[in-house]
Nanobody, 115 residues
Framework: QVQPVESGGGLVQAGGSLRLSCAALGIIFSPNAMNWYRQPPGRQRELVATISRDGDTNYVDSVKGRFTISRDNAKKMVYLQMNSLKPEDTAVYYC?????????WGQGTQVTVSS
């Protein structure tokens, strides 16, 4: 069964950094798009960053220049390097992968940025 599993969340002070990881368990071939979403408290889930199988990336404007998405196709992993974190980055971060046309979501990892 396909299951993304996130790790790397935690509590960090404003200006700090965190690196999120997502392991795509249960897959044989490299997924198509791999994405990071986040859901701040009381708000809707939003797309943060996307990376294609070929490495093309896109970011929401609010994280451009601070966050970097990357992937390791051999390891079936996707990462989100988050620098210069702000309190407004506080959210549950979710990994989503597209595998043979089906989207699979992880359970999420909490990121809390204190001011």
């Amino acid at each position: 069964q396909v299951q993304p599993v996130e790790s790397g969340g935690g509590l960090v002070q404003a200006g700090g950094s965190l690196r999120l990881s997502c392991a795509a368990l249960g897959i044989i071939f490299s997924p198509n798009a791999m994405n990071w979403y986040r859901q701040p408290p009381g708000r809707q889930r939003e797309l943060v960053a996307t990376i294609s199988r070929d490495g093309d990336t896109n970011y929401v404007d609010s994280v451009k220049g601070r966050f970097t998405i990357s992937r390791d196709n051999a390891k079936k992993m996707v990462y989100l390097q988050m620098n210069s974190l702000k309190p407004e980055d506080t959210a549950v971060y979710y990994c989503k992968i597209n595998y043979f046309g089906t989207n699979y979501w992880g359970q999420g990892t909490q990121v809390t940025v204190s001011s």
